[in-house]
């Protein structure tokens, strides 16, 4: 028993209704949406403290007897998501403060982002706390309601064609996980994950591979593996810039994590390596070529996100602890460094208006400062040693050589491509919008109507923000031995049953 | 378990006239293709269930005789995510009409533009072709 647990669900429920009431107040509501969010920071850290040290944390809410009610359960896995997870939403919604009142306006109208992104935040947590299927689907349906809302903020033609994508392929994605736990409650008579894990092996070999795939392509699509990952570059690039940032950095990492929850849980008996491999390389490489083809920085960055999640899909169809513990670094360097260049990208839009590296030049003249942003996670995403993101792909390389099969080996070679070519594309942004004389901007478009965007000054809190995250990404490369024996330790509890006795204690199966 | 024929067959008919609406492109449509669908989902729920049974009222039934009460309150659960959904598509189905005077979803205007260099095999804007030689001009900036 630890009520701890439900802090990071309660806590950011609670500010988005006092949000709503303060709607008229925007200092007071940015004010308890950072108090708010610091607390689901500090909880999730003391979470993340006690499951290392004691083990994993579990909690039957509303006292119902074990076994009957909804159990909220955190390992080292769901406390280490959720903690990275609070500090990218908090240096978010910082970064989303520092905008000036007439963007406000037009971008994210506090009175309702404020609630609906803390909203999101719940939505977050309860998915990563939930020791339940149907809860699980519950967190899930939370953070997509908050996203639509999100996503179509301000409600132009632009954004709602990006939202009527979204909505309706997560809502496709949701149905289908409805008749997933339609199917498992039927064939375990429990959606308890604790409990469908104990009962799972004994089933016929068909019904746990229905359950197993329904699960795997629900959770991919929200993860965006291809191939269903031809929603996300159509409908995140629209959005504000925090929004952006946000979801790139933590919607599909919640996909990633329930794909790693219920294959280490659920079947670790059954690890479909050869079928995940496969689905990683085309993920890896189909993504890093679609950004290849991209001149719009938003959009380049979010193919980039798609093919990197191929690598955290490596890690887990290894199923080796060498490759889980390379796929929980990796999905938390991925959400801090995705976030960091969505903000970015905003600001890059900011100073030289417009996100397109065609209309880009010279930004390294206008603004050092942005170019310095740019260019530490740039390097990160792309790999460059020392920063994170070579730590974690140098960790799954070593589980692709460790599984030493031709299809490992094969995966090794990709993804030192797919790096090679993020690197590429990372590059090329520099060249065309950094290097270069500045120009300003009254360029003809397509309609041949003249647009002109002056660039505005960064604010300072924007900076700022950008810059913690920026640190925070340092950190979990200065501190990457602590880290990675974290993570380490998180991956061998994901293999050795710790989870279910925890949850389930004495109570006979 | 037994499962209900009646009960799968009419939820294979609604999924599936849902999933053929959903591949619609009028806003419209697609609200009746997930209205439709998600009653299908949720008789899947029922057929889950197992037979029906006693309203599970303790003390006023044997155990035994009473119906499963789970499957129907993540029914419940369901139906009211599929209301608040339902408002949503509403809203944007009408936001769509206000802004262009139809409710169908467009593609994407980048995509086509990167598609149509592909087809007629053009290079981007954003390509340039610098040779790396030093002619003591700094080309990029030109």
Same mark, same amino acid.
């Given at each position: 028993?630890?009520?701890?647990?439900?802090?990071?669900?309660?806590?950011?429920?609670?500010?988005?209704?006092?949000?709503?009431?303060?709607?008229?107040?925007?200092?007071?509501?940015?004010?308890?949406?950072?108090?708010?969010?610091?607390?689901?920071?500090?909880?999730?850290?003391?979470?993340?403290?006690?499951?290392?040290?004691?083990?994993?944390?579990?909690?039957?809410?509303?006292?119902?007897?074990?076994?009957?009610? #909804?159990?909220?359960?955190?390992?080292?896995?769901?406390?280490?998501?959720?903690?990275?997870?609070?500090?990218?939403?908090?240096?978010?919604?910082?970064?989303?403060?520092?905008?000036?009142?007439?963007?406000?306006?037009?971008?994210?109208?506090?009175?309702?982002?404020?609630?609906?992104?803390?909203?999101?935040?719940?939505?977050?947590?309860?998915?990563?706390?939930?020791?339940?299927?149907?809860?699980?689907?519950?967190?899930?349906?939370?953070?997509?309601?908050?996203?639509?809302?999100?996503?179509?903020?301000?409600?132009?033609?632009?954004?709602?064609?990006?939202?009527?994508?979204?909505? =309706?392929?997560?809502?496709?994605?949701?149905?289908?996980?409805? #008749?997933?736990?339609?199917?498992?409650?039927?064939?375990?008579?429990? =959606?308890?994950?604790?409990?469908?894990?104990?009962?799972?092996?004994?089933?016929?070999?068909?019904?746990?591979?229905?359950?197993?795939?329904?699960?795997?392509?629900?959770?991919?699509?929200?993860?965006?593996?291809?191939?269903?990952?031809?929603?996300?570059?159509?409908?995140?690039?629209?959005?504000?810039?925090?929004?952006?940032?946000?979801?790139?950095?933590?919607?599909?990492?919640?996909?990633?994590?329930?794909?790693?929850?219920?294959?280490?849980?659920?079947?670790?008996?059954?690890?479909?390596?050869?079928?995940?491999?496969?689905?990683?390389?085309?993920?890896?490489?189909?993504?890093?070529?679609?950004?290849?083809?991209?001149?719009?920085?938003?959009?380049?960055?979010?193919?980039?996100?798609?093919?990197?999640?191929?690598?955290?899909?490596?890690?887990?169809?290894?199923?080796?602890?060498?490759?889980?513990?390379?796929?929980?670094?990796?999905?938390?360097?991925?959400?801090?460094?995705?976030?960091?260049?969505?903000?970015?990208?905003?600001?890059?839009?900011?100073?030289?208006?417009?996100?397109?590296?065609?209309?880009?030049?010279?930004?390294?003249?206008?603004?050092?400062?942005?170019?310095?942003?740019?260019?530490?996670?740039?390097?990160?995403?792309?790999?460059?040693?020392?920063?994170?993101?070579?730590?974690?792909?140098?960790?799954?390389?070593?589980?692709?050589?460790?599984?030493?099969?031709?299809?490992?080996?094969?995966?090794?070679?990709?993804?030192?491509?797919?790096?090679?070519?993020?690197?590429?594309?990372?590059?090329?942004?520099?060249?065309?919008?950094?290097?270069?004389?500045?120009?300003?901007?009254?360029?003809?478009?397509?309609?041949?109507?003249?647009?002109?965007?002056?660039?505005?000054?960064?604010?300072? =809190?924007?900076?700022?923000?950008?810059?913690?995250?920026?640190?925070?990404?340092?950190?979990?490369?200065?501190?990457?031995?602590?880290?990675?024996?974290?993570?380490?330790?998180?991956?061998?509890?994901?293999?050795?049953?710790?989870?279910?006795?925890?949850?389930?204690?004495?109570?006979?199966? | 378990?037994?499962?209900?024929?009646?009960?799968?067959?009419?939820?294979?008919?609604?999924?599936?006239?849902?999933?053929?609406?959903?591949?619609?492109?009028?806003?419209?449509?697609?609200?009746?293709?997930?209205?439709?669908?998600?009653?299908?989902?949720?008789?899947?729920?029922?057929?889950?269930?197992?037979?029906?049974?006693?309203?599970?009222?303790?003390?006023?039934?044997?155990?035994?005789?009473?119906?499963?009460?789970?499957?129907?309150?993540?029914?419940?659960?369901?139906?009211? #995510?599929?209301?608040?959904?339902?408002?949503?598509?509403?809203?944007?189905?009408?936001?769509?009409?206000?802004?262009?005077?139809?409710?169908?979803?467009?593609?994407?205007?980048?995509?086509?533009?990167?598609?149509?260099?592909?087809?007629?095999?053009?290079?981007?804007?954003?390509?340039?072709?610098?040779?790396?030689?030093?002619?003591?001009?700094?080309?990029?900036?030109?």
């Amino acid at each position: 028993m630890n009520n701890l647990l439900t802090i990071p669900v309660l806590l950011p429920m609670l500010g988005a209704a006092l949000t709503l009431i303060l709607g008229r107040r925007p200092r007071t509501q940015r004010l308890v949406s950072i108090l708010v969010l610091l607390g689901v920071v500090a909880a999730a850290g003391t979470l993340a403290w006690q499951a290392d040290t004691q083990g994993v944390q579990s909690l039957w809410v509303g006292a119902w007897p074990e076994g009957f009610g #909804i159990a909220l359960v955190a390992d080292r896995l769901s406390a280490i998501m959720l903690t990275v997870a609070g500090i990218v939403t908090l240096a978010v919604l910082v970064f989303s403060a520092g905008q000036e009142e007439d963007e406000v306006r037009k971008e994210t109208p506090v009175s309702i982002f404020h609630p609906t992104f803390l909203l999101m935040c719940a939505g977050v947590s309860n998915a990563f706390l939930a020791g339940d299927l149907f809860n699980l689907f519950v967190g899930f349906e939370i953070l997509l309601f908050a996203s639509y809302v999100l996503l179509t903020m301000g409600g132009t033609g632009s954004r709602i064609r990006a939202g009527s994508i979204y909505v =309706v392929v997560n809502l496709l994605s949701s149905s289908l996980f409805l #008749i997933a736990l339609a199917t498992t409650y039927a064939a375990v008579g429990t =959606v308890n994950l604790a409990q469908i894990a104990q009962r799972i092996p004994d089933l016929p070999e068909g019904t746990q591979g229905i359950i197993q795939y329904m699960l795997l392509v629900v959770f991919a699509i929200k993860a965006a593996v291809f191939p269903l990952s031809a929603w996300l570059p159509d409908s995140y690039p629209t959005a504000p810039a925090p929004v952006t940032a946000v979801f790139a950095g933590l919607l599909t990492k919640v996909g990633v994590y329930a794909i790693l929850r219920t294959q280490t849980l659920l079947f670790p008996h059954r690890p479909l390596t050869e079928l995940l491999l496969v689905i990683a390389l085309l993920t890896m490489v189909v993504g890093i070529l679609g950004a290849i083809a991209q001149a719009d920085v938003k959009r380049l960055l979010s193919f980039s996100l798609v093919s990197h999640i191929g690598y955290m899909v490596m890690g887990i169809a290894l199923a080796s602890i060498q490759g889980l513990t390379g796929t929980i670094y990796y999905t938390a360097h991925h959400i801090t460094i995705q976030a960091t260049l969505f903000l970015v990208a905003g600001l890059m839009q900011r100073v030289g208006g417009s996100s397109n590296i065609d209309r880009l030049s010279g930004l390294m003249t206008t603004s050092p400062l942005l170019a310095t942003l740019f260019i530490i996670p740039g390097m990160n995403l792309a790999g460059i040693p020392p920063f994170s993101g070579f730590i974690g792909k140098l960790g799954l390389l070593n589980a692709g050589v460790a599984a030493d099969t031709p299809l490992a080996w094969t995966l090794v070679g990709a993804s030192v491509v797919t790096s090679l070519l993020t690197l590429y594309s990372i590059a090329k942004v520099w060249n065309r919008a950094f290097w270069g004389t500045p120009v300003s901007f009254t360029t003809e478009d397509e309609e041949g109507e003249d647009e002109v965007h002056p660039g505005r000054p960064m604010p300072a =809190v924007m900076v700022l923000s950008t810059c913690a995250l920026i640190a925070f990404s340092l950190l979990l490369t200065l501190a990457a031995g602590p880290f990675y024996a974290y993570a380490e330790n998180a991956a061998e509890a994901l293999l050795d049953g710790a989870y279910g006795l925890a949850v389930l204690g004495e109570v006979v199966p | 378990m037994t499962g209900n024929l009646t009960l799968a067959i009419v939820a294979a008919v609604l999924i599936a006239a849902g999933v053929y609406l959903l591949t619609e492109r009028s806003l419209t449509r697609i609200l009746v293709g997930v209205l439709v669908m998600s009653n299908g989902v949720n008789i899947l729920f029922l057929i889950a269930s197992g037979p029906a049974g006693a309203p599970p009222l303790i003390g006023m039934f044997a155990a035994e005789d009473m119906a499963d009460p789970l499957p129907q309150a993540m029914v419940l659960t369901a139906i009211v #995510i599929t209301m608040a959904v339902s408002a949503f598509v509403v809203t944007m189905a009408y936001r769509s009409f206000q802004l262009n005077g139809h409710d169908e979803v467009s593609d994407d205007i980048e995509d086509r533009r990167i598609r149509e260099l592909a087809e007629r095999d053009d290079v981007s804007d954003s390509f340039e072709d610098i040779r790396f030689s030093d002619t003591g001009e700094d080309r990029v900036s030109e």
